[in-house]
């Protein structure tokens, strides 16, 4: 095989909440993670030798990002879909060479875990170019190492994440859930925003709860019921993403006021997530709130969706 092509999907947090800082630096959390319909490809490519005397030192492992977002993406080593293609190389002890293409429509720095995302379609390519045949389980244990989200990244479907968000158990969910995502100008870094959550925690004099996962949400997940939903819809770093960036509550209250069913800031944000009761009345309400201040575009996207797949 000499080019693979996986399609990856973002994510929204239905639940995000953030317990007390960790001595490794993390934080305890419970985390349910939705994956939606905004997808990024990547390809993996066996590199295009002009000349069979290459330069032997040449990179093994090569990036380059397509559309608007490109200019946002690091095409260094650090790029994550790198790190996860190197991390599966180490792992069989060999060097193997790819050239990756990611077609980015995921935000950048938006809370949608884009990069993570890219990490777990490069794992799934490059396992398939390289012909290794290495089992999801094997990927998923890599994926954990790269990052939290990492893992449902190749999961996908609807599943909480314990720990600091890296051990999954899948739920039960019934039916399609349509939702809105308010695109903001410029990305909010995820460190930064759970800093400010600590911050502000200890300038309050709130000690951080132990993490617990909703019954009420995971009852409407289970019923398929998009109104409870709406209302189960909770993310402890919404206030430290507000604080950071006060925009976004222009944002949220102009959703709420055209008719979501719930509204919150995804993950570490700035993208705003909102709840419709269809899909016609998402389109409604993206075109409602695509003039509000702050706020670059809208998408419309459905979810469950499946995890990191294999697309040509
Ligand atoms: P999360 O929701 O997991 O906290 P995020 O969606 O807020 O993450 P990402 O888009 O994953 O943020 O990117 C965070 C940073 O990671 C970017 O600012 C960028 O510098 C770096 N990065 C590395 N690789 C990638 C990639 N393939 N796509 C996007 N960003 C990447």
Sequence with gaps: ???????????????????????????????????????????????????????????????????????????????????????????????????????????????????????????VACNELWGLGLPREDLMEIAADIGSDVPFALLGGTAVGTGRGE????????????????????????????????????????????????????????????RALGQALSNDLQPAALALRPSLANTLAAGREHGALGALVSGSGPTCAFLAESAERAHELAALIKDVDGCRSVVTASGPVPGATVAG
């Design 1 to 123: 095989m000499s080019a693979i092509t996986v399609r990856v999907p973002a994510k929204v947090n239905l639940q995000l909440a953030v317990g007390p800082l960790r001595e490794d630096g993390y934080h305890d959390l419970v985390n349910v993670f939705h994956a939606v319909s905004l997808f990024d490809e990547v390809t993996a490519a066996e590199p295009f030798d002009p000349a069979p005397g290459r330069d032997p030192s040449a990179a093994p492992l090569v990036v380059r990002v397509e559309g608007d977002l490109a200019g946002e993406v690091p095409v260094s080593d650090d790029n994550l879909a790198v790190r996860a293609a190197r991390a599966l190389a180490d792992r069989t002890g060999r060097s193997y060479r790819a050239d990756l293409l990611i077609r980015k429509s995921i935000p950048v720095a938006g809370g949608m875990a884009g990069g993570s995302a890219d990490a777990a379609a490069a794992l």
């Design 167 to 226: 051990r999954l158990a899948p739920l039960e969910t019934a039916g399609v859930f349509h939702w809105v995502f308010a695109l903001a100008d410029g990305g909010l870094s995820t460190p930064r925003v759970y800093g400010e959550c600590d911050r502000l925690r200890e300038e309050a004099g709130v000690a951080a709860p132990t993490p617990a996962v909703s019954e009420a949400l995971l009852a409407a997940l289970r019923e398929g019921d998009v």
